[in-house]
């Protein structure tokens, strides 16, 4: 059986799939890292870059509301509320957001390096939300004393405020450049990860496409016999029986000389 051609031409056609499904298996591999690392960044990093940079701007607003309360400024018509109370809710709001898109991104990453990553990112805005509740209460504490008219207390507060504010925009700044760095070092990863599965596409394609060449080339080996076997049946046709075609071998064709 292994030696007819009908096996042979069979087997040749299977090995040419496995060669295909192979090289079809190690690009899903290979792209597939790629893709969970793209999906992370634009999915993971990049919203917790954005929440985090806007910690940094509500902040900013707190600070200014304060000194122009301090400093007699005009400020923002807020209604009851003070302008800074609002401000501090909205950087809470951030706060909570950016926990948010950490521990998703902790459900997108698939290494032990990103988880990692990710836990000191946690545990930096845990940092941040202690030090903001501190910032906070000193804060609505000046502004109400500013605004009940002890303005002397409050600006003995601002300087305390002032302290605080440093501190945390310090801890904001501190997890931006984190997310940046690992955002940049992950594009990079992504992209030399991209060029080696191009180039392992292109490899396998390659040896694929000679791999199906060199069977064809095995199929019509074995079938060359079959050229002699006709003419000298059509000669056998014609009367001439001088002739003999020396095939050698077990298979159909054999036979049949």
């Known amino acids: 059986m292994f030696a007819s051609i009908r096996f042979r031409i069979i087997a040749a056609f299977l090995a040419g799939m496995l060669v295909m499904l192979a090289a079809i298996g190690v690009l899903v591999v ?125 600006e003995v507060g601002g300087t305390r405020l002032l302290e605080l504010s440093t501190e945390l925009g310090d801890e904001i700044e501190t997890l931006s450049r984190q997310i940046d760095g690992r955002i940049a070092q992950l594009t990079d990863e992504t992209e030399a990860a991209r060029l080696r599965a191009t180039a392992i596409a292109g490899g396998l394609s390659f040896v694929a496409f000679l791999f199906a060449f060199v069977l064809l080339g095995l199929v019509l080996y074995a079938l060359r016999p079959i050229g002699r076997l006709t003419d000298q049946v059509q000669r056998l046709a014609a009367g001439d029986y001088s002739g003999r075609v020396e095939v050698r071998g077990a298979d159909e064709i054999s036979g049949l000389a």
Do not use: C
């Open 30 to 154: 290979q792209y597939r890292g790629v893709s969970q690392s793209q999906e992370l960044i634009t999915n993971g990093y990049l919203p917790l870059a954005k929440t985090v940079a806007r910690l940094t701007t509500w902040q900013a607003r707190i600070d200014n509301d304060v000194r122009r309360l301090l400093g007699d400024e005009a400020r923002p018509g807020t209604g009851a509320r003070s302008a800074a109370a609002i401000y501090a809710d909205e950087l809470k709001e951030q706060l909570d957001t950016a926990r948010i898109h950490a521990t998703s991104s902790q459900r997108i990453a698939q290494r032990s390096e990103e988880q990692a990553v990710l836990n000191k990112v946690l545990i930096q805005l845990k940092r941040i939300d202690q030090l903001f509740a501190d910032y906070r209460t000193e804060a609505a504490r000046i502004v109400d004393l500013a605004e009940s008219g002890e303005r002397d207390a409050a």
